[in-house]
């Protein structure tokens, strides 16, 4: 069976799409989750938590678009 199915690529490639998607999840979710958070912080006069609310998304916001530029130069140069 391994002659005709390499099961060492396909399950890397399971690996490394499970581990991916559940990476770009978490970073969505945590991008959201700050953005909102800061938010309601604002409205509540309180800047500090705000602010490290802020700091939080946006720091999300970069590793989903760090995320999707490696799977876009991954997907591109095999």
Known sequence: MSAIVDVDTLLELVYSGLAAGLG???AFALLIYGLTRSGDMRRADRTIAAGAYAAIGVLALLACL???VVGLVVMTSK
Do not use: K
Request: net charge neutral.
């Open 24 to 26: 770009l999840t978490v």
């Open 66 to 68: 760090g995320l999707v």
